[in-house]
C-alpha cells in the first residue's frame, strides 16, 4: 500500500486535508471568493474538496484543479458528478508548479500543499503568475505554535513561528485580508480522522492486502501526533492580497 492509498484512505472522513473544520472553510471561501461569477484555481487541489464545496456555494463560479495523483482527480470527478458541477470544473494531471493557463483566475488555493513548490513563499510566487488583478490567494501551511522538540522538527520540517511566518508573507508583497488559526479542537479532530478512519478501515478489512500495514500507519502516525508534534504545531490559513507597490 504506498503512501497516496494511506492518505486517502485516512481522509475519508475529513476531506478536507488539512485541520479546518466546515464552518472555517465556508467562512474563508467567502472572504476569498471575489464575486460570484470567479474563475479559482486550486494548485495540488488533491481531491479538489475546496473547489468542490465553493462550486456547490457559487452556480456562476467557474474553477480548474491541478495535481499529480489520478487517484485523487478521478475521485474529484466522481465527486464533481454526484454535485452536478461537473460542467463547471477542469481538472489538470500535472506538477502543479509546471501549470501554465491562458487566463487568469480570481482566487488560487493551496492549502496544505506548500511542499509541492518548496515552501510558502515559492507558492506564493508561483500563485502571483496565475492571478488576476483584484485577485486572491488563499494560503494554508503550519507553524510552530510552541518551541517544537527535536522529534518535532525532524517530522514536520522547520517552520517558523506565527509572526514570524505572517512577517515574512507582508515582506514578499502580500496583505493579509482575513485568517483562521485552526483551534485546538480542529487541530485535533483531523488527527483523530486520519488516524481513525485508516485503522477502521484496516479493522474492516483483515483480509484486504494491505490492512495490517494500513494499521500500523495508523499507529506510527497517532504516536508522532500525541508524543511529537501536538503541542507545538498550529496551523494558519490565510486570504491574501497582493500589497500595491506604492503602498508596501
Known amino acids: 500500500m504506498n503512501r497516496e492509498h494511506i492518505s486517502r484512505l485516512a481522509h475519508a472522513d475529513h476531506p478536507i486535508a488539512a485541520p479546518l473544520d466546515d464552518d472555517a472553510v465556508r467562512r474563508l471561501l467567502d472572504r476569498g471568493i471575489p464575486r460570484p461569477d470567479a474563475r ?3 494548485l495540488g487541489c488533491g481531491g479538489a474538496e475546496w473547489l468542490l464545496r465553493a462550486l456547490a456555494a457559487h452556480p456562476r463560479l467557474r474553477a480548474e484543479g491541478v495535481d499529480v495523483s489520478p487517484r485523487a482527480l478521478a475521485h474529484a470527478r466522481e465527486r464533481a458528478n454526484a454535485l452536478g458541477v461537473e460542467d463547471r470544473l477542469v481538472l489538470h494531471q500535472q506538477d502543479a508548479a509546471d501549470f501554465t493557463a491562458p487566463h487568469t483566475f480570481d482566487l488560487v488555493v493551496s ?3 506548500t511542499h509541492a513548490f518548496g515552501g510558502p513563499l515559492a507558492t506564493l510566487a508561483a500563485a ?7 485577485g486572491r490567494v488563499l494560503l494554508g501551511d503550519g507553524f510552530w505554535e510552541r518551541e517544537p522538540g527535536p522529534d518535532a522538527v525532524e517530522m514536520l520540517g522547520d517552520l517558523d513561528d506565527l509572526p514570524t511566518f505572517v512577517d515574512r508573507v507582508l515582506a514578499d508583497g502580500w496583505t493579509p485580508v482575513h485568517g483562521h488559526i485552526s483551534t485546538r479542537g480542529e487541530l485535533d479532530a483531523y488527527e483523530w480522522a486520519w488516524t481513525g478512519s485508516l485503522a477502521a478501515w484496516a479493522l474492516d478489512h483483515p483480509g484486504e492486502p494491505g490492512s495490517a500495514q ?3 500507519a ?3 502516525h497517532r504516536a508522532e501526533w500525541l508524543r511529537g508534534y501536538r503541542d507545538a504545531f498550529g496551523f494558519v490559513t490565510l486570504v491574501l492580497r497582493p500589497t500595491p507597490t506604492d503602498l508596501a
Not at 128 to 134: D, I, S, V
Open 214 to 216: 494500513a494499521l500500523e
Open 218 to 220: 495508523a499507529g506510527v
Open 111 to 113: 492549502v496544505g500543499a
Open 128 to 134: 502571483r503568475k496565475h492571478l488576476a488583478p483584484g
Open 40 to 42: 479559482i484555481l486550486d
